[in-house]
């Protein structure tokens, strides 16, 4: 397994586990904790994150596959989807929920379609499904393990700590990705210096 898909993996177990620690403990959150909270008002939050991540992804998708900045718009997007868990400890309405569940809709439209051109751009041939299985299994535990945990801190500890603990596990998960950009610069690099000597070869050969 090649280190670009290995980064990706870890990064998105960061992510994507850190958010498993929310998941069962959101609805409850909404509809103890915020003025205008019902079981009504968590299942349109959950709505308006789909529809939003929805809306960007597809268009900013055919974005990135004509360019080469894919690694910069998954970081920023990871970053903008790490806020959120930030914005819910401040959240005292229903309406800061929705604000926050399209910053995160935003962020993961940026995020999504970036990670799968990487993934698919550098998966290991042969190996195609292997890493696919190894990322989902993965991925699943780490989701099906922190639900419990998440639920276990936000009833003994508090929801803002299970909170902060999500933001930090999210961050975690983007600054992961600088290791990959400095190794994409690294190549770039000694791809320019390999051109620039056959360009010179080259012209000392003709002359």
């Known amino acids: 397994m090649n280190k670009t898909i290995k980064l990706l993996m870890i990064s998105d177990i960061f992510v994507l586990t850190g958010f498993g620690l929310i998941a069962p403990i959101l609805a409850i959150f909404i509809k103890e904790n915020l003025v205008g909270g019902t079981i009504f ?25 004509k360019h080469d900045d894919k690694l910069k718009w998954l970081i920023i997007g990871l970053f903008i989807t790490s806020t959120v868990p930030f914005l819910y400890i401040f959240a005292t309405n229903i309406k800061m929920i929705y604000i926050a569940q399209i910053i995160y809709g935003v962020g993961s439209g940026l995020a999504f379609p970036t990670w799968l051109g990487l993934w698919s751009r550098n998966l290991d041939k042969k190996q195609e499904s292997f890493e696919w299985s190894l990322y989902s299994t993965l991925v ?22 299970t909170f902060i603990i999500v933001g930090i596990l999210s961050i975690i998960g983007s600054l992961i990705l600088f290791k990959l950009k400095v190794k994409d610069d690294k190549k770039k690099v000694k791809l320019i210096h390999y051109l620039q000597k056959k360009y010179i070869s080259r012209n000392e050969d003709n002359s």
Do not use: E, H
Not at 49 to 58: A, E, G
Not at 140 to 145: F, I, P, S
């Open 41 to 65: 008002s968590a299942g349109l939050a959950t709505t308006i994150f789909v529809i939003t991540k929805s809306m960007v992804q597809l268009p900013f998708s055919k974005y990135v596959d």
């Open 140 to 161: 699943g535990l780490g989701t099906a393990v922190t639900a419990a945990i998440g639920g276990a801190i936000a009833q003994f500890i508090g929801f803002n700590t």
